[in-house]
């Protein structure tokens, strides 16, 4: 596979659930990024990882957390959800600030939808 | 911090004809200024970018100009394309060193 792959690609569940979206790049890129997308709102920057350390938190709710195992996969855990969070989650990498390029490639997102 | 605006929100031009989009910022580091289009059901891909040493930046029949003293930039798409329906995100960072900020995107509809 190539590029920033996502997984799943659609997502429902309750507001008492717990799952987990899996991001992967293939791309040998060192920053990886969460964002959310909501109809008719910008691109909304969640979190930043760069080298695996969490570099940006914009002040994103607790009941959304992330993980970053190492420079190629990034999670996020999801609990406790509510209905306003549905959206499309988007997974994206670049190079990162060591290179002084922000190219970012962007994942096909995750359609979440909490019931 | 960065803000940027982008207008119009949606936009119908009829196939051949050109489309223009255009987009402001507010802090003057800004330096590096991408345009990516998203296909529905798709994530958003990068089709071209421009960094402050240059006013104008061309790829086929997409451009992007740069006024840094007014703050501003703008994508012209010449002979449109059916194809070139899409949701298209202008964004503005300092290169390296911060995250993008992007504008709210623009639905653009290509009329056969």
Known sequence: ETGVTQTPRHLVMGMTNKKSLKCEQHLGHNAMYWYKQSAKKPLELMFVYNFKEQTENNSVPSRFSPECPNSSHLFLHLHTLQPEDSALYLCASSQGPVAGKNEQFFGPGTRLTVL | ?112
């Open chain 2, 1 to 112: 911090g960065e803000n940027v605006e982008q207008h119009p929100s949606t936009l119908s031009v009829q196939e051949g004809d050109s489309a223009v989009i255009k987009c402001t910022y507010s802090d003057s580091a800004s330096n590096y200024f991408p345009w990516y289009k998203q296909e529905l059901g798709k994530g958003p891909q990068l089709i071209i970018d421009i960094r402050s040493n240059v006013g104008e930046k061309k790829d086929q029949r997409i451009a992007v100009t740069l006024n840094k003293t007014a703050k501003h930039f703008s994508l012209h798409i010449t002979e449109t394309q059916p194809e070139d329906s899409a949701v298209y995100f202008c964004a503005a960072s300092f290169s390296g060193n911060t995250p993008l900020v992007f504008g709210k995107g623009t639905r653009l509809s290509v009329i056969a």
